[in-house]
Structure formats: C-alpha cells, structure tokens
C-alpha cells in the first residue's frame, strides 16, 4: 500500500518567492494534518483537517500560510511570500477519523528559503 | 498552554544496554500518549497509550504511562545500532482538538 505522499521532497527558494507544498494522504483516511520541524521548535502542528474542512488552523504562524484540501486525496500548503525563518521540514500526515492520535505520516518536504 | 517535555534530550550507550526515555505532559483533556521514532525520514509510530498501568510491548520496546503522574516511559532493551534514532513523545487530546501535540525528543545514539 502506498503511504502518504509527498512533493517535492526538497525545495530551495528565494526569499519572496511563493512555495506549494503538496500532500496525497493514505485512501480511506479522512483526517490530514500538516506539521513543520525545525531544530529549535521541534514538530508543530499548523492545521487539520476533517472529511476536507480545516478543523484547527491555530499553528498556522501568520498569513503568508495557508492550507486547502479540495478533495480527500490532495491538500496543499502554501505559503506566500516565502522567508527565511519558514525552512523547515514540513510534513504531512493522515489518520482514519476516530483513530485521529495513530497518525501516519509521509516523508517530509525540506524547504531552505535564501 | 499545552506542555510536553521529554528527557533526556540526548544518550549515548553501547549495544546491549537498556535505555529509559521519559516523557511528561501538561495538558488540557488528555486522551492519549503515542510515541514515534524518526530516524531521518517521517516518523514511525512506535505506541499509543491510554490507560494507566498498561505496559504496551513490541519486542525490545515496551512503554507504559502513569495519568496521575502524568508521565510515560519508554523501555529498550538490549539496544542494538539500529535502535539510533529520535524518540518523539506525543500527547492527543480529545474534545474535538485532533493534532498532537510533541516534544522536543530525545536523540539516542548506540555505539556498537
């Protein structure tokens, strides 16, 4: 079975630029969470989602990010105009509803913003 | 604000040895505890805990939580190198507030 699905897998840009981030969950999963990973602040939940709808977007660190699943096999992440302070990993994970803690998750986007 | 915090955030021990990872939580309607590992990829789920006592165990690994003390730990025993990797602790809660919510790690280095 194909896990959750990520691209790219590594992106560097300039600051300013605009970055997409893409995310296929596992089929059948219905919960989608995007989370970010750096050094100093660990691994930080920034969204979810529930059957498509954004549930909690109170990680999302400011406007420049937003998230949108226009279906439950895509969602993006983007995030407009790019900083130096957003490189980061950012990962993507799925999880059946009612089962939302056992979260699978895929194998990350490293972003480095010049 | 929600609190997770894991320790120690870095060990190094030698193959055979068993390790003890800790992990204890501050947080608002508490459901679950789940421990991952992540070598240099996504992380792995390892464990999900929710009642106290328990002992949960999958080969050298075992880990139980306490919800009075509100802590956990992970158990490996004779560690192996491929048992190097981050432990990264995580707590659920429930009321409809669905991410989890991690610590920092710790990064567990074996030496053959």
């Known amino acids: 079975d194909a896990g959750v699905i990520q691209s790219p897998r590594h992106e560097v840009t300039e600051m300013g630029q605009e970055v997409t981030l893409r995310c296929k969950p596992i089929s059948g999963h219905n919960s989608l969470f995007w989370y970010r990973q750096t050094m100093m602040r660990g691994l930080e939940l920034l969204i979810y989602?529930?059957?498509?709808?954004?549930?909690?977007d109170s990680g999302m660190p400011e406007d420049r990010f937003s998230a949108k699943m226009p279906n439950a096999s895509f969602s993006t992440l983007k995030i407009q105009p790019s900083e130096p302070r957003d490189s980061a990993v950012y990962f993507c994970a799925s999880s059946f509803a009612g089962y939302q803690e056992t979260q699978y998750f895929g194998p990350g986007t490293r972003l480095l913003v010049l | 604000e929600d609190k997770v915090v894991q320790s120690p955030l870095s060990l190094v021990v030698h193959e055979g040895d068993t390790v003890t990872l800790n992990c204890s939580y501050e947080v608002t309607n508490f459901r679950s505890l789940l421990w991952y590992k992540q070598e240099k990829k996504a992380p792995t789920f390892l464990f999900m805990l929710t009642s106290s006592g328990i002992e949960k165990k999958s080969g050298r690994l075992s880990s139980i939580l306490d919800k009075k003390e509100l802590f956990s730990i992970l158990n490996i025993t004779a560690t192996q190198t491929g048992d190097s990797a981050v432990y990264l602790c995580?707590?659920?809660?429930?009321?409809?507030?669905?991410?989890?919510?991690f610590g920092k790690g710790t990064h567990l280095i074996i030496q053959p």
């Open positions: 995580a707590v659920g809660r429930g009321g409809g507030a669905d991410g989890l919510t």
């Open positions: 989602f529930n059957n498509n709808v954004p549930i909690d």
